[in-house]
């Protein structure tokens, strides 16, 4: 059964975010609350969260956020950490539907009014786009649960394991043309298993240009192809074609390599698929 939450609107969020950018989390923690009189519920109907399962999921979020340092400002080891825990506490704990998680006023809600203080420890004077949700792609906690939602494979031992195969700004190139690809997570998880078996080791390539070169392929070649139509073998089978394409087209551009050493260096990059 999945629950809907409440949505903090916009003429409520911006003020309330604008007052806090500049407040730290100790003064944040004393303005934390389970609810706002502004805050409204979908009409659609269905399930609506209690305070109980509000209080729960904040415990759950400050508990993690203590682990790496909470209120003390995080290291970069720490945020990662924190962030790739968060994903999947959100995602197992919030029963939430795509279709809501969709909406920015939701995250608003959570960040500005249950989790003000972690918002604002894990990106102090946050920019709007942090806490408003604007841009679900930068917003402190909806961009960790949507990662959770396109890697989750519930059959697997671990259904979360794919969040470790790309970092922060490689998986946000994917999100970031969710729309061109369907969102589909199908798709992703099957790009990240195609991830898996490339080794970027080496002066002359890097992940980044590759991923980006890789995800033009794919947005072409998207009006062609029913993606979510082929089983998870084919669909593998395809993208590690388009994956070699890519690297192919990059290593011979600009000279990077001989055309002698092509071969090769492909063969060290794909490796694990040979």
Not at 234 to 258: H, M, N, P, Q, W
Request: charged content about 25%; glycine content about 6%; some cysteine.
């Amino acid at each position: 059964m999945t629950l809907l939450y409440p949505r903090l609107l916009r003429h409520r969020a911006k003020p309330l975010a604008a007052e806090y950018r500049e407040l730290g989390p100790i003064e944040l923690s004393s303005r934390c609350s389970l609810s706002d009189s502004s805050a409204v519920f979908v009409a659609t109907g269905g399930t609506r969260v209690d305070p109980a399962k509000l209080q729960l999921l904040r415990d759950i979020v400050v508990d993690l956020a203590k682990e790496s340092g909470f209120p003390q400002p995080p290291d970069a080891k720490q945020k990662t950490s924190f962030d790739l825990q968060l994903a999947v506490a959100l995602h197992r704990e919030m029963r939430i539907s795509p279709a809501e998680a969709a909406s920015g006023d939701v995250w608003a809600f959570l960040a500005l009014i249950v989790l003000p203080d972690v918002a604002h420890w894990r990106y102090p004077n946050p920019p709007a786009d942090r806490v408003l949700g604007s841009d679900l792609t930068r917003h402190v906690l909806g961009r960790m649960w949507w990662r959770s939602q396109l890697v989750y494979a519930p059959s697997d031992a671990d259904p979360y394991a794919a969040l470790h195969v790309l970092g922060e700004a490689a998986f946000d190139q994917i999100y970031a043309r969710r729309a061109a690809l369907g969102g589909s997570p199908h798709l992703i998880q099957s790009i990240l298993r195609t991830w898996k078996q490339m080794n970027f080791a080496g002066p002359d390539i890097t992940e980044r240009d590759i991923l980006r070169d890789f995800l033009k392929r794919l947005l072409r070649l998207a009006p062609l192809m029913l993606f979510e139509a082929l089983d998870s073998r084919a669909l593998d089978e395809e993208l590690l074609e388009i994956a070699k394409e890519t690297v192919i087209g990059y290593l011979s551009s600009g000279g990077r390599v001989s055309p002698n050493e092509i071969e090769t260096r492909i063969a060290q990059v794909f490796a694990a698929s040979f």
